[in-house]
């Protein structure tokens, strides 16, 4: 189907004048002479022959011309009848481009193929026996392309066309694709050969030249694409910075769109500095959905302080969220030759202003930040805040945390954080500062341990919030929201200073802007926490414990009633932590299972490593008809986990934000109280502390031949008389061999125990007091037996359930408990 442009044929063709004027070349036609030759030979040439001849001859020649005006007429009214239908058939009948396929570029040839459907055709098949265009761009001839047999047919027929355009002038060639894209719009003259005989048998082949223009789109497409293959970045050995290469897949498209395009490179320009170069391709397109693009960025290494000042401004912008304006431009035709060298001095040639809003950059595989941190390790941390400050708290802390990176191939750059210092303020919901943080002393700093991992480190000393006068209001919602609505919402706006260390170079970034909106829920469905469940690492020294220890050193009552009694605890922590508290005072509320068991607090508390002295105050709200007030006994001696609700109250601290966000506050704590027995310190599980009581129980001890038991227990707690009233236990071994079953009732003789008063037993303070011996109900089963008469001389570990009476002071307490493993000594 290709033809070709000669000179013979287009010699042939009459040209056309610029306005689209067509001119015809109709046949020429052999005409007959009046006379024989020879007659015209042989006849004298008389001077009176010659009117004569006109004479005779003068009809004849206007007859023929007569005749010739109608044979012109009549051919003329023939291509005027066709001109209309032509018309309509071209303007009712425009193409439908079907597929087209860019096949190859050379620096002379533009090799292509397209297929079109003229789904409106309603004639008869048309073929168009040669066609011829040839484009001009400001005066110069760029190529040329040409085609014979065209078949124009209706229906779902398409027409398909493979064709070469040549490239006559490589010069205007250059200058028509750099106009084209600079301008976005094309202007071309088109000089156009067809041959009309498809239309009417006797039509002629007309010329026209006409100047077409038309607009590119001013925006670039929407491109639906994904990034695979990713590698990198990686330090570029041949040409310097660092590079990454990924691949484009990008989805084509409704038209079956397809192209070869070689590789092109790109120079990424800001403030007239080139930053980095782009390779795109090759493009081997075909008809899939989807093309596969190859693409590799390479970042230049910042050459000198102009360089680096121009990353600080890209950086600022882009972190400010304001339209990035950077230039595209061709790289130097000299540095690459996978391009024709028309093409390539083009797109040289162009430098395109383009926004970042053109670019739909992904990000939903960018993770969140808390997917990107490994581990918290808190070296330090001391919190301050009393109510001469109450709103002006300041932590002191020290820590580190592993950041990794997404993983690619190949990445090996450098980038490490030489200092960060943050300016932060607070916003409410109106964007209004409330309060500020100080700046930090000393700088944050990340290094680089290994491919895109990094330890973040952070030392400091002072780092306390400000709350800006005429403000507290919003300081003291924005705590109450997150204390007790559990929603944590906040405006941070900040400027940081960072100096980094990277494979491209040294940059500093001064007032580098940040901006984040805090909107975060606390979501839990049941509103607890567990306390062995910590997010955070801290870090112990290096000593025998890695826990702190709770020792209790003083219980004193203080009052009582029927229905409160109220303590003063002493207690000493062993803190091997470098983390600690300030804080004037607090107190809280305790409840279980909906009751209100106590009310405890303290007023100062200060903490730091090493040992530490604290008081504690408890109003324990008693309530002996409540059955839940035993089972919370139950459950806190059998070591099963616990749910303690703790919930604030009004004037619970003196510090008045914190007063105000806790009035309304409650939580649902849940504790393992297998970890709080007596001078525990197996933290395998929880790992929070161990605790320390005084020994109550020193003794107990069963005689086999009496069966009977007695106890050798002391008093811890001043300050009040506490009487034993009466008992009910059960005797287990290995929790499912009954031994034996105690009741006693101290108050029904009370000369036998040596009781001053009907109350019971006495236990006074700080003194072993050892019980008469108390009868035992034995266990009939030859099991029981069986075990007691083996540890006849040593000591046997019993599970007790327990039910005891105890008068404290003016309140009457029912414990039910059970004991676990209790060592007994079993004697003749």
Request: net charge negative.
């Amino acid at each position: 189907m290709t033809g070709q442009h000669t000179n013979e044929s287009s010699d042939t063709f009459a040209d056309g004048d610029a306005d689209g004027t067509l001119t015809t070349t109709p046949a020429n036609e052999e005409q007959e002479p009046l006379l024989p030759s020879e007659a015209v030979q042989e006849a004298p040439l008389q001077s009176n022959a010659v009117p004569t001849l006109a004479k005779r001859l003068t009809p004849l020649l206007g007859l023929l011309l007569a005749m010739v005006c109608s044979l012109f007429g009549v051919y003329l009214l023939y291509v005027l009848f066709h001109v209309p239908s032509i018309i309509v058939a071209l303007k009712n009948n425009q193409p439908e481009l079907v597929a087209a396929s860019l096949i190859d570029i050379t620096d002379d040839s533009l090799l292509f193929s397209a297929s079109m459907r003229f789904s409106r055709w309603n004639r008869a098949p048309l073929t168009v026996p040669f066609a011829n265009v040839t484009l001009f761009h400001n005066g110069e001839a760029v190529g040329w392309m040409s085609a014979s047999d065209i078949k124009v047919i209706g229906g779902n027929v398409d027409l398909t066309v493979y064709e070469v355009f040549h490239i006559t002038g490589q010069r205007a060639m250059e200058r028509m694709v750099r106009e084209t894209v600079a301008q976005r719009q094309i202007t071309v003259d088109a000089l156009t050969v067809v041959d009309m005989s498809g239309f009417g048998r006797l039509l002629p082949t007309i010329s026209a030249r006409r100047t077409v223009s038309f607009d590119l789109p001013r925006t670039l497409p929407a491109v639906n694409y994904t990034t695979t293959r990713i590698s990198g970045p990686a330090i570029d050995e041949s040409q310097g910075g660092v590079t990454t290469r990924a691949t484009l897949r990008v989805k084509k498209p409704d038209l079956r769109l397809s192209a070869n395009i070689s590789a092109l490179r790109y120079d990424i320009g800001f403030q007239n500095i080139t930053i980095a170069s782009v390779n795109v391709g090759p493009v081997n397109g075909d008809t899939d959905d989807s093309v596969d693009i190859p693409l590799a960025v390479n970042i230049k290494a910042i050459g000198n302080k102009v360089h680096e000042s121009a990353l600080a401004s890209m950086a600022r912008i882009i972190a400010s969220g304001q339209e990035l304006d950077i230039s595209i431009s061709g790289a130097d035709p000299d540095t690459y030759s996978s391009a024709p060298a028309w093409l390539r001095k083009a797109l040289h040639g162009i430098s395109l202003p383009v926004g970042t809003s053109h670019f739909d950059l992904p990000t939903s595989n960018i993770p969140f930040i808390e997917g990107l941190l490994k581990e918290i390790v808190v070296d330090r941390l001391f919190a301050y805040w009393d109510s001469s400050n109450g709103f002006n708290p300041w932590v002191a802390v020290s820590g580190q945390t592993t950041i990794q990176l997404p993983n690619t191939s190949g990445a090996n750059f450098t980038l490490e954080v030489e200092s960060l210092v943050p300016h932060m303020e607070l916003l409410d919901n109106s964007n209004r500062v409330f309060a500020t943080v100080d700046e930090p002393t000393v700088p944050f700093q990340m290094k680089q341990i290994a491919p895109l991992t990094f330890v973040a480190s952070c030392d400091f000393e002072h780092l306390g919030l400000n709350v800006v006068s005429n403000r507290e209001k919003q300081f003291t919602h924005m705590m109450h929201r997150a204390l007790v609505d559990r929603h944590l919402q906040l405006g941070i706006n900040s400027t940081v200073d960072v100096v980094l260390a990277t494979s491209i170079g040294r940059i500093r970034i001064d007032a580098l802007p940040f901006y984040t909106k805090v909107d975060h829920i606390f979501r839990s469905h049941s509103r607890e926490i567990h306390a062995d469940n910590s997010q955070i690492m801290l870090r112990p020294p290096t000593s025998v414990s890695s826990v702190p220890e709770i020792a209790v050193s003083r219980m004193h009552i203080a009052n009582t009633t029927k229905d409160l009694v109220s303590l003063e605890i002493d207690f000493g922590i062993s803190n091997p932590f470098s983390y600690g508290v300030h804080m004037s005072d607090l107190a809280l509320h305790l409840s279980y299972a909906d009751l209100r068991i106590a009310k405890i607090g303290f007023k100062e508390l200060s903490i730091s490593q090493g040992s530490n002295k604290a008081t504690m105050l408890v109003d324990f709200y008693n309530h002996p008809d409540d059955p839940r007030q035993r089972m919370l006994f139950l459950d806190a001696s059998s070591g099963k986990n616990m749910t303690i609700e703790v919930s604030g109250f009004p004037n619970c601290t003196s510090i008045a934000p914190l007063e105000a966000s806790l009035r309304e506050f409650s939580q649902n704590i849940t504790i393992d109280m297998s970890q709080l027995k007596s001078g525990n310190r197996d933290n395998s599980k929880s790992g929070m502390f161990t605790l320390s009581f005084p020994k109550v129980l020193r003794e107990v001890v069963f005689h086999l031949f009496s069966i009977s038991v007695e106890a050798t227990v002391v008093n811890p707690v001043s300050g009040a008389g506490i009487w034993l009233q009466a008992i009910e236990a059960v005797g287990y071994y290995k929790s499912t061999i009954p031994l034996g079953t105690l009741g006693y009732d101290f108050m029904a003789d009370p000369t036998r125990h040596n009781a001053a008063s009907t109350n019971g037993l006495l236990l006074p303070f700080n003194q072993a007091v050892t019980t008469p011996r108390l009868p035992i109900t034995a266990n009939e089963t030859s099991i029981g037996w069986d075990v007691l008469r083996r540890a006849i001389g040593g000591t046997l570990d019993v599970d007790v359930f327990t039910n005891i009476q105890v008068l404290v002071g003016n309140a009457q307490f029912n414990v039910t408990a059970m004991g676990k493993n209790a060592p007994v000594k079993i004697r003749f």
